[in-house]
């Protein structure tokens, strides 16, 4: 029977009061900080290193207003009605 290996932490602690972040996972970190992923003690230690980090507070409140402008592309398109000749149209082709 194999074990589970155990998911490696995001952060990587120092001897110094705060987490320190690998610079090749930071990417990744961001990413999951804005997918919500982020829980517990990582996610404590990541908003105090932006609180510590202006710079980087900054960019990834520009990346958080960036998804926001992502996801609502298109929703203006989607919110309008089906027109009446594709809707038929569709029904043609599945019916043949």
Do not use: C, W
């Not at 517990?40 to 202006?54: I, M, S, T, V």
């Not at 207003?65 to 009605?81: C, F, M, N, R, V």
Request: charged share 25%; aromatic share 4%; proline share 7%.
């Amino acid at each position: 029977m194999q074990m589970r290996e155990q998911p490696k932490p995001v952060l990587e602690p120092d001897n110094s009061s705060s987490a320190t972040f690998q610079n090749d996972r930071l990417p990744i970190i961001v990413s999951a900080y804005l997918d919500g992923e982020l829980l517990g003690e990582e996610l404590a230690a990541f908003e105090a290193h932006l609180k510590d980090n202006p710079a980087l507070a900054s960019e990834v409140e520009e990346m958080r207003q960036i998804e926001k402008q992502l996801a609502q592309i298109g929703s203006d398109i989607l919110a309008e009605p089906v027109p009446e000749a594709l809707l038929r149209a569709i029904a043609e082709f599945e019916s043949s």
